[in-house]
């Protein structure tokens, strides 16, 4: 009884904070002006205001490329990057147009991190309190269900807003994608967050070891292999042929192994999320019919139908007797087993590229799209982005909301320098040397998604259960996703309910 208190009075202080964030004053010093009817930022001075913005400096463990905050807040020197000087330039350009001074706060909190972070600076009204927060989604989504950011479609009626999610730079149905109510967004996604291209999966291919190999598939060459991608025809069924033709029993113990002579495919984390976000079944979805309402998939059957494909591949498909696929806990144990030069196949993701460890990777490599799980049931590849990329989101304790959406809103316009910089002259042209790369680099950005179906329903089951939402399943595993999600759906059913139902009260 004694903590369920606590907690009631948590919650009601959040609410109050809630209220309290929408009130004359706390926006910031006036609204800086308008915009003109070409989309000019010249009427906008905010006359010196500072926009304190807070940068995740973070490495995750789980990956192996540098931190993103070289992408948002840019080094101390830019030197010979190219992507580092456009960083700098668009960053000092949105101060002087905007005449504001942006205070960066470097973080360094992992995503388990960062719901507590957000509490601790909410709760106690701190003085120096991010007006932007700039981390991972993971604990943005929680920090949004518990009440402490900031609704930026209706901030408040006496405050100038200057979000438009409909602009270019901006990532819109990503933003509806991480809320529970269209008429409250309160987490924005956009080109300034390089993360959103860095984290988007991908299949990395040994194109050597692919050639060596080709009398075991049914290509003559590694080109045909890649223009059988670029045509559609990649797909479970093509890789678990492919990974049985070549697969070669070191150990000779009927299972694939890092240190087999030639491992077909590597797949990382084989969950609920990886099944159904590169399948285009979605375990969530939002109800056009009903304010877009988030509810459970009733008819499950053709979600259990592809969770059963990806699990079957240990099986081959019957098409050759030892299972040559294998799992791995995390995208970083599945890339180092790629960069050991026995693997055909792994998952991971694009902004692996940047990594020293796979830039000097000594073999000729590239990659392709996930595959689609079946040909003639998916017309289009469907990239996925990883739940750790960093977005932003304002707290209800900024002081400057209308600075601070100027900020965000002018960033996203004047990126597409550092997206360029970024893609083409980094990842397609620096870190590989393969033009079939080049070419599915751009099939994956094209078919980049948002499943936050997976996300939402995750933060459902950890909020109100405390346990993690469908367990990992792994191919070595004999469970199947299917069968968990089964087993589980109602207990996810209540959760959503209850979030929902708390997600009305705010604002």
């Not at 291209?197 to 991908?202: E, G, H, L, P, Q």
């Not at 479970?236 to 002579?261: H, K, R």
């Not at 590597?266 to 079944?281: L, R």
């Not at 087993?487 to 929902?500: P, Q, T």
Request: proline share 2%; glycine share 6%; charged share 25%.
């Amino acid at each position: 009884m004694r903590k369920t208190r606590i907690i009631s009075l948590l919650l009601a202080l959040v609410f109050c904070l809630g209220s309290l964030a929408s009130c004359d004053g706390l926006g910031g010093n006036g609204d800086g002006g308008d915009r003109g009817d070409d989309g000019s930022w010249e009427g906008v001075n905010f006359d010196g205001q500072v926009v304190n913005l807070s940068i995740s400096k973070n490495k995750y463990d789980e990956c192996m490329f540098p931190a993103a905050d070289i992408y948002t807040k840019g080094p101390d020197t830019a030197g010979s990057n190219e992507v580092a000087k456009e960083v700098l330039a668009r960053n000092k350009a949105a101060e002087e147009a905007l005449g504001i001074t942006v205070n960066y706060q470097l973080t360094d909190k992992k995503y388990n991190e960062i719901l507590e972070d957000i509490q601790n600076i909410v709760l106690t009204s701190a003085k120096n309190s991010p007006d932007i927060y700039n981390n991972d989604i993971y604990g943005l989504v929680r920090a949004m269900t518990n009440g402490y950011l900031w609704n930026v479609k209706n901030p408040g009626d006496d405050i100038k807003n200057y979000f438009d999610f409909t602009k270019d730079g901006w990532y819109e149905e990503y933003i509806k994608g991480c809320t529970y109510d269209q008429e409250k967004l309160y987490i924005f996604a956009g080109d300034y967050f390089i993360d959103l291209i860095r984290m988007a999966w991908v299949v990395y291919v040994n194109n050597d070891l692919l050639k060596d190999n080709l009398s075991s598939t049914a290509y003559k060459t590694v080109d045909d292999f890649y223009m059988d991608v670029e045509f559609g025809l990649w797909d479970l069924d093509t890789a678990a042929q492919i990974a049985s033709g070549v697969f070669a029993d070191y150990n000779q113990d009927g299972e694939a192994q890092p240190e087999d002579t030639t491992v077909g495919l590597v797949i990382n984390s084989v969950t609920s999320w990886i099944v159904s976000a590169s399948s285009q079944i979605t375990l969530f979805y939002q109800d056009k019919e009903d304010g877009y309402k988030p509810k459970m998939m009733q008819d499950t059957a053709e979600y259990q139908k592809v969770a059963d494909e990806y699990m079957d591949m240990k099986e081959a498909r019957g098409v050759y007797e030892a299972p040559s696929v294998t799992g791995s806990n995390s995208v970083l144990e599945g890339t180092k087993c790629f960069l050991n030069g026995n693997v055909v196949f792994a998952y991971s993701r694009l902004g692996e590229l940047e990594s020293e460890n796979v830039r000097n990777f000594n073999v000729s490599k590239g990659l392709v799209p996930i595959p689609k799980w079946d040909v003639s049931a998916q017309e289009d590849y469907h990239t996925p982005v990883h739940d750790q990329a960093e977005l932003g989101c304002i707290l209800n304790t900024a002081q400057a909301f209308s600075a601070a959406s100027a900020l965000m809103q002018y960033l996203n316009e004047e990126s597409e320098k550092v997206v360029y910089a970024y893609y083409e002259k980094g990842l397609k042209f620096k870190y590989n040397d393969d033009k079939n790369t080049r070419t599915m680099m751009d099939m994956v950005r094209e078919a980049t998604d948002s499943p936050f179906s997976w996300q939402v329903g995750w933060a459902c089951l950890d909020l109100y259960t405390g346990t993690p939402a469908l367990k990992k399943m792994y191919l070595h595993n004999s469970d199947t996703v299917s069968s968990t999600f089964q087993a589980e759906r109602d207990v996810y059913a209540n959760c959503l309910n209850e979030v929902i139902e708390k997600f009305a009260k705010l604002d």
